[in-house]
């Protein structure tokens, strides 16, 4: 069965700093991998996704994934966090479930960031 | 700017009423999701649509919770009776078939049962 698990529920970083969130997958196929934030009040933004080719993924807002099926990871990365950056990010894995195309989210790891 | 629309924002209603949450996908989306998030469960899948059909609403309590898509420019979440326990957040999110499984999310209807 398809799973996402996220391992820190908390991360908090200075203003700066750099930052990477964990996100481990479990699926029997080649996975379509997500990242999204959520923003207090908000929904879902996706931030970047996976699908084939390039390991390495830009997204928005100057953040990056590197895909490694070795290690079934999909971390989410940025080289200096801004006060703005604080949300929760929640990673996502796609793919064909059940008769349809399914996304099944991770818990969550909320971010926050020191001044 | 195209989004996902969702009404209302916030809701607070007694224990045994009936609410109806409504949803307003991107013009052209052909799925629509809806998701309940709370602190204990995180994101939970309750139903699943594709060109207005129910596909998969194993994640919904049957028993008071419908789902329907009375067209294509509208999505419906009802919880008759509402309970406490049912005070979440409910997400709705549209996208296309053939797309892998990539997902626009509306800002939500935060449901207070009291």
């Known amino acids: 069965a398809q799973s996402v698990t996220q391992p820190d529920i908390h991360i908090t970083v200075s203003e700066g700093a750099s930052l990477e969130l964990r996100c481990n997958y479990s699926y029997g196929a080649t996975p379509y991998l997500f990242w999204y934030v959520q923003s207090p009040g908000q929904g879902l933004q996706l931030l970047l996704k996976y699908f084939s080719g390039d390991t390495l993924v830009q997204g928005i807002k100057g953040f990056e994934a590197e895909f490694k099926r070795s290690q079934s990871s999909f971390n989410l990365r940025k080289p200096s966090v801004h006060w703005s950056d604080a949300a929760e990010y929640f990673c996502?894995?796609?793919?064909?479930?059940?008769?349809?195309?399914?996304?099944?989210f991770g818990a969550g790891t909320r971010l926050a960031v020191h001044p | 700017d195209a989004r996902v629309t969702q009404t209302p924002r916030h809701k607070v209603t007694e224990m045994g009423q009936e609410v109806t949450m409504r949803c307003q996908p991107i013009?052209?989306?052909?799925?629509v999701f809806w998701y309940r998030q709370t602190m204990m469960q995180g994101l939970e899948l309750l139903a699943y649509f594709r060109n207005r059909a129910p596909l998969d609403d194993s994640g919904m309590p049957k028993d008071r919770f419908s789902a329907e898509m009375p067209d294509a420019t509208l999505a419906t979440l009802k919880i008759q009776p509402s309970e406490p326990r049912d005070s979440a957040v409910y997400f709705c999110?549209?996208?296309?078939?053939?797309?892998?499984?990539?997902?626009?999310f509306g800002e939500g209807s935060r449901l207070t049962v009291l």
């Open positions: 013009l052209g989306h052909n799925t």
């Open positions: 996502a894995v796609g793919g064909y479930s059940g008769g349809y195309n399914k996304l099944i």
């Open positions: 999110a549209s996208g296309l078939a053939q797309n892998t499984g990539e997902l626009f």
